[in-house]
């Protein structure tokens, strides 16, 4: 008999779409969805050994995955950010049990996970945050959305030349090999790093993967809810 059951453990479903896409012509939008199903192709194969279920667009602008990790999860969204830029993506990260009813795509899963990822990525919009979690634990929940704000509010100020700095520093590790990349000196990239508090945001996603890693969704098995547990 086919299990229709929830699983024991505990998933991480990513929920996201494209911002702003109602606004968007007929060709930019499809343009658009290209662009983007191109990037899930890429995140499909880079975290192959993460992903649970394939992420797979749902909705045009909108798509979901399952993984098995928030650490995963974290990695994903920022990976998917820098693929789609600049196009502006928002994401929701929901935390529990799923209802897998022997399918292998995310579409054809259900359970707490999927709904808090749902609720999160609504949320988010509504108040224009990036990214917003939702999981059994609300310390956890706090702790994080108040970084992912924070993130968010740093980077709403960046152009393009910011993020490219700050993507290759992440990328090569020093000033010197970013400056030789850019035809610039160190000390300018250094500076400008600095000054767009690009540091900051590296430092709070390396902060976040090992909070993440510390505390994998295995140890929260006294959270799993019920059938009939509440939202937040």
């Not at 980077?155 to 520093?169: A, D, P």
Request: hydrophobic share 40%; with cysteine.
């Amino acid at each position: 008999m086919m299990k229709i059951g929830p699983e024991e453990k505990l998933f991480a479903v990513i929920i996201g779409d494209v911002s702003g896409s109602k606004q968007l012509n007929s060709h930019s939008r499809y343009q658009t969805q290209l662009f983007l199903k191109s990037a899930v192709v890429q995140i499909n194969e880079e975290f192959n050994e993460d992903i649970e279920a394939p992420f797979t667009i749902t909705k045009g602008d909108e798509f979901q995955g399952l993984v098995t990790s928030t650490e995963a999860a974290l990695r994903i969204i920022l990976a998917l950010e820098k693929l789609t830029y600049p196009v502006k993506l928002r994401f929701g990260i929901g935390i529990g049990q799923v209802y897998k009813m022997g399918g292998t795509l995310p579409i054809e899963m259900d359970g707490p996970a999927f709904h808090r990822a749902n609720a999160a990525l609504n949320f988010g919009k509504k108040k224009k945050y990036d990214y917003y979690m939702t999981s059994p634990e609300e310390s956890t929940d706090l702790l994080c959305n108040t970084v992912f704000k924070l993130m968010g509010a740093i980077k709403s100020r960046w152009n393009e030349r910011h993020f490219r700095l700050f993507w290759r520093y992440k990328e090569l590790g020093t000033y010197r090999e970013v400056g030789d990349h850019e035809g610039i000196t160190a000390q300018a990239v250094c500076d400008a790093l600095k000054n767009s508090r690009a540091l900051v945001i590296k430092s709070a996603e390396e902060s976040l993967i090992k909070h993440f890693r510390k505390f994998p969704l295995c140890i929260h098995a006294h959270s799993i809810e019920d059938d009939g547990a509440l939202l937040r």
